[in-house]
């Protein structure tokens, strides 16, 4: 009997010692990040990135290759040479049905022949070769046209997914960021990308991409390259805007993504993308 | 009874790694971060920080408000000063010495034109272009009208670049 009570009361201690270190380990704050953006009330201290959704467009049926973008691009970013947040490539499908795809210089400085001075004074009608007149014979191209690529802001990230110190993230308004504080330069982003639009900064070893210019769309602006585009090929807007032009287009044209298989979610729509567009 | 040792040891080791833990994320993690989602919340005002450089054309039509109309109803209309004038404005009052770069910059060359205007197969086919350039001053240079046409090699010599659609009803 004695014994038994000398039992029960020394299981209870440890037990109640047991709940205490449970308790303790249960008791380690939560971290601040479970505190989630809809759990944030709009007020006075959260400014207007919650009153916006960004979304970008394509018209690659508008797009005449001219790189203006890429220009305007690397000087509003400062983007370094051979290094590319955005660029243009063209695609030419032959008669042999061959797709030929090229993107000289990204595009920077057009898709101008490199014999232009000579073209400039001969008389010849229809330089061969898809990259020039268009071609004889089974070279003749049947279709072409100029796709420009760029970070897609994937609602889906492959890329914030693998960061191992959080640097790079989705903002609440819906651009993909890289705080260059935090990156450590380890690159998994720019494996994981399925776009190829990550690099790291040859300079500041870190990881760097396009941002949508977030320094311009939170100022009432466009991203340089919308601005620079002479035949409007480029649109971007605000979805949480209802009178704007971006979501009457959205609605109204047929609309595609880069890689839909891959389930990223891009918000960075196409208008006109042909299949052969990988 | 007295608690047993191993049961003392044990809460020490979870006391112990409870305040490491803490002191380890009190260091490691950044201040925002936790603010908007899992990133340091502080990065959204940094990134926007930045001042934009590409001001569009009514940056440039503050001095040069004629060139911008002239350009604003020609058909170059919706392609800003700075694409071909390339250096975009710094903001500087003090001019024109604040942007010699944009003064000696716009490039007369026929490639400056043909960037956008040179014939591909890939270009959406209702985009003006040329298709061959001898062939396009041999049939328009006549058109104009004028003696030295064989010295007309630019596009600048023919088209005014800020409203480069010629009139021929007006010009002949």
């Known amino acids: 009997m004695d014994k038994k009570k000398k039992n029960r009361r020394?299981?209870?201690?440890?037990?109640?010692?047991?709940?205490?270190?449970?308790?303790?380990?249960?008791?380690?704050?939560?971290?601040?990040?479970?505190?989630?953006?809809?759990?944030?009330?709009?007020?006075?201290?959260?400014?207007?990135?919650?009153?916006?959704?960004?979304?970008?467009?394509?018209?690659?049926?508008?797009c005449i290759g001219c790189g203006a973008c890429v220009r305007a691009d690397k000087r509003e970013n400062g983007v370094p040479p051979m290094f590319f947040r955005t660029w243009v490539e063209r695609y030419q499908i032959t008669e042999d049905n061959h797709v030929h795809v090229d993107s000289p210089d990204g595009?920077?400085?057009?898709?101008?022949?490199?014999?232009?001075?000579?073209?400039?004074?001969?008389?010849?009608?229809?330089?061969?070769?898809?990259?020039?007149?268009?071609?004889?014979?089974?070279n003749k191209v049947t279709k072409g046209f100029f796709v420009p690529k760029m970070c897609n802001h994937c609602r889906n990230t492959p890329c914030t997914q693998v960061c191992p110190v959080n640097a790079s993230y989705q903002s609440p308004d819906g651009v993909v960021l890289v705080d260059k504080t935090r990156c450590i330069g380890c690159s998994y982003c720019v494996q994981a990308c399925p776009y190829g639009s990550r690099y790291i900064h040859p300079e500041k070893h870190t990881a760097d991409k396009?941002?949508?210019?977030?320094?311009?769309?939170?100022?009432?602006?466009?991203?340089?390259?919308?601005?620079?585009?002479?035949?409007?090929?480029?649109?971007?807007?605000?979805?949480?805007?209802?009178?704007?032009?971006?979501?009457?287009?959205?609605?109204?044209?047929?609309?595609?993504?880069?890689?839909?298989?891959?389930?990223?979610?891009?918000?960075?729509?196409?208008?006109?993308?042909?299949?052969?567009?990988r | 009874m007295r608690t047993?040792?191993?049961?003392?040891?044990?809460?020490?080791?979870?006391?112990?790694?409870?305040?490491?833990?803490?002191?380890?994320?009190?260091?490691?993690?950044?201040?925002?971060?936790?603010?908007f989602g899992e990133f340091r919340g502080a990065h959204l005002s940094e990134e926007r920080e930045r001042d934009p450089v590409h001001r569009g054309s009514e940056v440039c039509?503050?001095?040069?408000?004629?060139?911008?109309?002239?350009?604003?109803?020609?058909?170059?209309?919706?392609?800003?000063?700075?694409?071909?004038?390339?250096?975009?404005?710094a903001g500087d009052e003090?001019?024109?010495?604040?942007?010699?770069?944009?003064?000696?910059?716009?490039?007369?060359?026929?490639?400056?034109?043909?960037?956008?205007?040179?014939?591909?197969?890939?270009?959406?086919?209702?985009?003006?272009?040329?298709?061959?350039?001898?062939?396009?001053?041999?049939?328009?240079?006549?058109?104009l009208k004028k003696d030295d046409v064989g010295a007309h090699t630019l596009c600048v010599h023919c088209h005014n670049p800020h409203d480069p659609k010629i009139d021929l009803g007006q010009n002949g």
């Open chain 1, 10 to 62: 020394a299981f209870i201690k440890s037990a109640g010692h047991a709940l205490a270190g449970l308790l303790m380990v249960v008791a380690i704050p939560k971290p601040g990040w479970a505190q989630r953006i809809h759990d944030i009330e709009v007020g006075e201290e959260i400014p207007d990135w919650l009153d916006h959704y960004w979304v970008y467009l394509i018209d690659t049926t508008k």
């Open chain 1, 210 to 277: 396009c941002t949508w210019c977030y320094h311009r769309i939170t100022k009432g602006l466009m991203p340089a390259c919308v601005t620079v585009c002479p035949t409007g090929a480029r649109k971007f807007g605000d979805l949480k805007d209802e009178s704007s032009e971006i979501k009457k287009l959205l609605a109204t044209q047929r609309l595609n993504v880069l890689k839909p298989e891959l389930n990223t979610e891009p918000f960075c729509f196409y208008i006109g993308l042909d299949q052969s567009v």
């Open chain 1, 107 to 138: 595009g920077y400085g057009g898709f101008l022949p490199e014999d232009l001075a000579q073209l400039l004074t001969s008389a010849e009608k229809d330089p061969a070769g898809p990259g020039r007149g268009g071609g004889k014979g089974k």
């Open chain 2, 61 to 89: 039509g503050e001095c040069h408000d004629e060139r911008l109309e002239e350009k604003n109803n020609g058909a170059h209309g919706p392609i800003p000063c700075e694409n071909c004038h390339f250096q975009p404005y």
């Open chain 2, 94 to 143: 003090t001019h024109p010495e604040a942007h010699p770069e944009i003064s000696q910059s716009p490039d007369r060359s026929q490639r400056a034109c043909l960037t956008c205007h040179q014939y591909f197969p890939a270009r959406p086919q209702a985009f003006p272009q040329l298709a061959n350039f001898p062939e396009h001053i041999a049939t328009n240079g006549p058109k």
């Open chain 2, 4 to 35: 047993p040792k191993h049961l003392k040891r044990a809460l020490w080791i979870i006391a112990l790694l409870f305040v490491a833990g803490n002191a380890v994320r009190l260091l490691a993690v950044p201040e925002s971060f936790g603010q």
